[in-house]
């Protein structure tokens, strides 16, 4: 069946360093989503990428989709201890269900 | 605006008891979906519903039961705990719309003793 596998599982940065996690699925993806979850909350959704090679970006996150739509990944310039969290990505593939990534753990060093 | 409310939020139960989760939303949403969330597994899906009445297995339904008798409300039932059962459950739902993102709710805290 349908994996997305995400690495990172863990990442501990010192404040102001970059950071990237990557999604790789098994299968071609008609769209991608990207959700962070902050310790002791639930999951939200930051963005859905749909185009083959499209990148979105909002403030210091980058978004890429991959040509092949089955990877992407999430990059973010010059780390705040406000980004720490849980990132999520979440593709959906021919069955029609979102299947999510283990998940990448973001710790920040002040 | 409530969005997905969950109920409880925190349960401590013996192993061979039964309990409910509830999830209720009030975005008229079509989709609602029953996770689960163990560290290191990111989010498994149990059970989903894609409207009233109708409800299918996810990824990891054994000793799960769930019903959507109503359109804003999802139900999760342990028939019988077991300490494996020990997780963070949450609850989501989206509009009819594959490309809409899913809503979570803030998530119920289970223990199995």
């Known amino acids: 069946g349908q994996q997305v596998m995400q690495i990172p599982q863990y990442q501990h940065v010192q404040e102001g360093e970059d950071f990237t996690t990557y999604c790789n699925s098994s299968?071609?993806?008609?769209?991608i989503q990207w959700y962070k979850q902050r310790p002791g909350g639930h999951p939200v959704f930051l963005i859905q990428?749909?185009?083959?090679?499209e990148v979105k970006k909002q403030k210091r996150l980058t978004f890429q989709f991959g040509e092949a739509k089955k990877n992407s990944s999430l990059h973010i310039t010059a780390t705040q201890t406000t980004d720490v969290g849980t990132y999520f990505c979440?593709?959906?593939?021919?069955?029609?269900?979102?299947?999510f990534g283990q998940g990448t753990t973001l710790q920040v060093k002040p | 605006n409530a969005g997905v409310t969950q109920t409880p939020k925190f349960r401590v139960l013996k192993t061979g008891q039964s309990m409910t989760l509830l999830c209720a939303q009030d975005?008229?949403?079509?989709?609602m979906y029953w996770y689960r969330q163990d560290p290191g597994m990111g989010l498994r899906l149990i059970h989903y519903?894609?409207?009233?009445?109708?409800?299918a297995k996810g990824e990891v339904p054994d000793g799960y039961n769930v019903s959507r008798l109503k359109k804003q409300n999802f139900l999760l039932g342990l028939e019988s705990a077991a300490p494996s059962q020990t997780s963070v459950y949450f609850c989501?739902?989206?509009?009819?719309?594959?490309?809409?993102?899913?809503?979570f709710g803030d998530g119920t805290r289970l223990s199995i003793l």
């Open positions: 299968t071609t993806l008609s769209n």
């Open positions: 975005m008229n949403h079509e989709y």
């Open positions: 979440a593709g959906r593939g021919n069955t029609g269900k979102l299947i």
């Open positions: 990428l749909v185009k083959s090679g």
């Open positions: 519903s894609v409207g009233e009445g109708t409800t």
């Open positions: 989501a739902s989206r509009p009819d719309n594959s490309y809409q993102p899913q809503h």
